[in-house]
């Protein structure tokens, strides 16, 4: 949302998207720019710019390779896709090739702009250091946008607007919600939970739905009749068996 913190919205973008080079399982894939924050793009470009691709074993790198020549292929097909269907590259991170690693499964931090819900890059997840990033002019379109694919597991909003925050987690229909927390994967006393395409069955695993699953129930039906009520004086001695 506009009304955000910019920079820590931005560092906390950047973070999700390209850390681990977008390969963790809840790495973000897709933003939306509500309104005017749109106007952000740049900065964001700016700060993905700063981000070292180096090998993994390297310290001093942000993110390393991708993990198999396939899933950078991949990656960079998808890529490809996404400008051949007209969305723009505002930064691209392919043919990165870090000194010393040059043969190494690289792709740097590239983000794709002006994309719509119908291309191939938002329709299938890169999983890697690439972020697709569409518009909606208002809250409202964000969520239906949001609600209208066919998965839902993770998804966040950033906002400094309480009322924004309170009706995107009213209304917004997937599994895992953050408030200006990137990547809102939940503590383990607290199910994971998930929406449409995004679960399978209807128990999710840990949290109250795992103590539900591993519970087996018992029902009881009883009957007490009042006239049954024991009229006898109470006895004050200690009850023993006859
Ligand atoms: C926001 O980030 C920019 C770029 O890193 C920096 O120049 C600016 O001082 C930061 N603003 C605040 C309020 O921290
Ligand atoms: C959500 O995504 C995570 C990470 O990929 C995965 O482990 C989990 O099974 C998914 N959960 C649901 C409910 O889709």
Same mark, same amino acid.
Request: aromatic share 8%.
């Given at each position: 949302?506009?009304?955000?913190?910019?920079?820590?919205?931005?560092?906390?973008?950047? #973070?999700?998207?390209?850390?681990?080079?977008?390969?963790?399982?809840?790495?973000?894939?897709?933003?939306?720019?509500?309104?005017?924050?749109?106007?952000?793009?740049?900065?964001?470009?700016?700060?993905?710019?700063?981000?070292?691709?180096?090998?993994?074993?390297?310290?001093?790198?942000?993110?390393?390779?991708?993990?198999?020549?396939?899933?950078?292929?991949?990656?960079?097909?998808?890529?490809?896709?996404?400008?051949?269907?007209?969305?723009?590259?505002?930064?691209?991170?392919?043919?990165?090739?870090?000194?010393?690693?040059?043969?190494?499964?690289?792709?740097?931090?590239?983000?794709?702009? #002006?994309?719509?819900?119908?291309?191939?890059?938002?329709?299938?997840?890169?999983?890697?250091?690439?972020?697709?990033?569409?518009?909606?002019?208002?809250?409202?379109?964000?969520?239906?946008?949001?609600?209208?694919?066919?998965?839902?597991?993770?998804?966040?909003?950033?906002?400094?607007?309480?009322?924004?925050?309170?009706?995107?987690?009213?209304?917004?229909?997937?599994?895992?919600?953050?408030?200006?927390?990137?990547?809102?994967?939940?503590?383990?006393?607290?199910?994971?939970?998930?929406?449409?395409?995004?679960?399978?069955?209807?128990?999710?695993?840990?949290?109250?739905?795992?103590?539900?699953?591993?519970?087996?129930?018992?029902?009881?039906?009883?009957?007490?009749?009042?006239?049954?009520?024991?009229?006898?004086?109470?006895?004050?001695?200690?009850?023993?068996?006859?």
């Amino acid at each position: 949302m506009p009304d955000a913190n910019k920079n820590y919205t931005l560092n906390q973008l950047a #973070g999700a998207a390209f850390g681990a080079a977008g390969q963790r399982c809840m790495a973000l894939s897709t933003v939306v720019f509500v309104g005017e924050s749109k106007k952000w793009l740049p900065e964001l470009v700016e700060r993905a710019k700063q981000l070292k691709v180096s090998s993994g074993f390297d310290e001093s790198a942000d993110l390393g390779p991708m993990i198999t020549p396939a899933a950078l292929k991949r990656a960079e097909d998808l890529i490809q896709s996404g400008v051949d269907e007209g969305a723009t590259l505002l930064l691209d991170g392919r043919g990165i090739k870090p000194k010393g690693f040059e043969q190494g499964n690289f792709l740097g931090p590239t983000i794709l702009t #002006g994309v719509k819900t119908h291309m191939r890059c938002y329709k299938e997840e890169i999983f890697g250091p690439a972020l697709v990033c569409l518009e909606a002019d208002t809250l409202d379109e964000a969520i239906e946008l949001v609600n209208a694919n066919i998965y839902g597991n993770g998804t966040a909003i950033f906002t400094n607007s309480g009322s924004a925050a309170r009706k995107f987690q009213d209304e917004i229909d997937v599994g895992q919600v953050g408030i200006n927390v990137p990547i809102p994967v939940p503590l383990p006393m607290f199910s994971f939970t998930g929406s449409r395409g995004s679960i399978q069955g209807d128990l999710n695993f840990y949290g109250k739905t795992g103590v539900q699953f591993y519970t087996s129930t018992k029902t009881v039906t009883a009957l007490w009749r009042s006239e049954d009520v024991s009229t006898a004086e109470a006895s004050v001695n200690m009850p023993t068996i006859r």
